[in-house]
């Protein structure tokens, strides 16, 4: 059974930083990725990364201060969360897509992620 488990989530003051950890099992991904939800506020994609470590991809609020990254051996995604801000204060979510899927088909529980001000 494919399961996605994420943690590192927690509370911070504004500048400070997070790194959010998401274990895979029961399968090998094409892409892995990250997404957030704010309150009241949609689904918003944050970042993801290839198999192989490349490319990456991330959305303008997130260039320069995180970072993705995955340690294939351990099956494992991250995101390195630098410099952050209130805004970024949402509930984080870990997706994977399998091999033969076009979209992101698993989904983990989320983590939650509040920034002080």
């Known amino acids: 059974q494919v399961q996605l488990v994420e943690s590192g989530g927690g509370w911070v003051q504004a500048g400070g930083s997070l790194r959010l950890s998401c274990a895979a099992s029961?399968?090998?991904?094409?892409?892995m990725g990250w997404f957030r939800q704010a309150p009241g506020k949609e689904r918003e994609f944050v970042a993801s990364i290839r198999w192989s470590g490349s490319p990456t991809s991330y959305a303008d609020s997130a260039k320069g201060r995180f970072t993705i990254s995955r340690d294939n051996a351990k099956n494992t995604v991250f995101l390195q969360m630098n410099s952050l801000k209130p805004e970024d204060t949402a509930v984080y979510y870990c997706?994977?897509?399998?091999?033969?899927?076009?979209?992101?088909?698993?989904w983990g529980q989320g983590t939650q992620v509040t920034v002080s001000s």
């Open positions: 997706a994977a897509a399998s091999i033969s899927a076009g979209t992101y088909n698993y």
């Open positions: 029961g399968r090998t991904f094409s892409s």
